[in-house]
Nanobody
Framework: QVQLVESGGGLVQPGGSLRLSCVVS????????MGWYRQAPGKQRELVAH???????DYADSVKGRFTISRDSAKTTLYLQMNSLEPEDTAVYYC?????????WGQGTQVTVSS
């Protein structure tokens, strides 16, 4: 059974930081491209960042220089370090695992940036 379980969301003030985690089980973690996506109210789900099996990364322009994606193969865990958070970052953040025809999603974790 494949499971992606996110944690680390919450309420933070503008300019603050959060670190999201996604613990993955049931797949060969190293094989998959991992990613974080987000969906704000009334908007479509959008890419935040990807990290590939060999460690290459790509980011949405809106988060470059503020967010860092990483993965720990020993812990089969994906991370998203979010700094300098802005109200526009408010969304539900989803973890994704993709390889070939396999595409798995977590349940999401809420991030709210507000004073």
């Amino acid at each position: 059974q494949v499971q992606l379980v996110e944690s680390g969301g919450g309420l933070v003030q503008p300019g603050g930081s959060l670190r999201l985690s996604c613990v993955v089980s049931g797949i060969t973690f190293n094989r998959f491209r991992m990613g974080w996506y987000r969906q704000a109210p009334g908007k479509q789900r959008e890419l935040v960042a990807h990290i590939y099996s060999l460690g290459a990364t790509d980011y949405a322009d809106s988060v470059k220089g503020r967010f860092t994606i990483s993965r720990d193969s020993a812990k089969t865990t994906l991370y998203l370090q979010m700094n300098s958070l802005e109200p526009e970052d408010t969304a539900v953040y989803y973890c994704n695992a993709y390889w070939g025809t396999s595409d798995y999603w977590g349940q999401g974790t809420q991030v709210t940036v507000s004073s």
